[in-house]
């Protein structure tokens, strides 16, 4: 059975950082894509960032673009997500998934191209 953890969530100053990390049980994290992605109340689900399994490259959503960073623990099945400088505009539940088509991250990809969604792990940064 494939599932995708995700933690690492919480309570946090603006300012302040996390490192999410999304461990996966039977997928290989590195034969795919791995996305993060992150949901508002309110908004749709957006992609954050995207690390990919054929040559590591990463991309990054613009606005988190220079504050986050997307990285991959091949021995642990772990991708992690660093997030630091939060802004309030931060917050929302953050997902992970993986790319079922591709193994290379490409900006603008539909999310229905990714599957294994996590449950999701709140990160809130507020005052």
């Known amino acids: 059975q494939v599932q995708f953890v995700e933690s690492g969530g919480g309570l946090v100053q603006p300012g302040g950082s996390l490192r999410l990390s999304c461990r996966g049980s039977?997928?290989?994290?590195?034969?795919?894509?791995i996305g993060w992605f992150r949901q508002a109340p309110g908004k749709e689900r957006e992609a954050v960032s995207c690390?990919?399994?054929?040559?590591?490259?990463?991309i990054y959503e613009a606005s988190v673009k220079g504050r986050f960073t997307i990285s991959r623990d091949h021995a642990e099945n772990t991708v992690y997500l660093q997030m630091t400088s939060l802004k309030i505009e931060d917050t929302a539940v953050y997902y992970c998934a993986a790319n079922l088509m591709r193994r290379l991250c490409i900006s603008g990809v539909p999310n229905y191209e990714y599957g294994y969604w996590g449950q999701g792990t709140q990160v809130t940064v507020s005052s």
């Open positions: 690390i990919s399994s054929s040559d590591g490259t990463t």
């Open positions: 039977g997928f290989p994290l590195d034969s795919r894509a």
